[in-house]
Every structure is written in C-alpha cells, then in structure tokens.
Nanobody
Framework: QVQLVESGGGLVQADGSLRLSCAASGTLFSFLVMDWYRQAPGKQRELVAGFTKGGTTYAEYVKGRFTISRDNAKNTVYLQMNSLKPEDTAVYYC???????????WGQGTQVTVSL
C-alpha cells in the first residue's frame, strides 16, 4: 500500500514563503507520478502543480511563485511556495498514481494559512 505523508504547512504572512514536503513509501518511488493539490473551505480540490512527461505543469494562479521538485534519494516531492497570498490559504494535498495502472493515492493534507 502506497502511503503519502505531507509536512511543512503553517501560518505565514503575505509575501512569505513555505516549502511543503511529501514523503512516499510502499513502492519504488520511480513508479509514482506525483502532484500537489489544494482545497479551501467550501471550494473544490484543485491541481496546483505536477510532473508531466515533458517537465512540470502549474495552475495559472501560481506560475512564477511555486516550484515542484522531486528528490529520488529521499523518496520525497516538494512544493516551494514563494510570494504567498491570502488566497493561497488551503489544505494542500500530495497526490500520486502508479505509472502503470489506474490506482491513485492521497496524503492526509497539510494546512497553509497566509495572513494579511
């Protein structure tokens, strides 16, 4: 069973930075396609950043501010968030799916709160 554990969330002032981490276990890390989603209260869960066959993809509202990266030696994916805005406030979720197969997995989420 694949398990994903997020960390790094917290309270930060507008224009501040946070780095989220997602540690994966239960399968070879190279078998996983990783993404970051977020969900604000009363809102739909939305894709924030992810890896594609050709590189990375970002939601329009985070381009130039967020960066997704992957450290295979640590079985961890990161989301570096700079120039944070109050509208970035949400629970951020790590997501993964196997490169071969249709099963997908979610972490427990980590709260990010951006104050004025």
């Amino acid at each position: 069973q694949v398990q994903l554990v997020e960390s790094g969330g917290g309270l930060v002032q507008a224009d501040g930075s946070l780095r989220l981490s997602c540690a994966a276990s239960g399968t070879l890390f190279s078998f996983l396609v990783m993404d970051w989603y977020r969900q604000a209260p009363g809102k739909q869960r939305e894709l924030v950043a992810g890896f594609t066959k050709g590189g990375t993809t970002y939601a329009e509202y985070v381009k130039g501010r967020f960066t997704i990266s992957r450290d295979n030696a640590k079985n961890t994916v990161y989301l570096q968030m700079n120039s944070l805005k109050p509208e970035d406030t949400a629970v951020y979720y790590c997501h993964a799916r196997l490169r071969v197969g249709v099963q997908d997995y979610w972490g427990q989420g980590t709260q990010v709160t951006v104050s004025l």
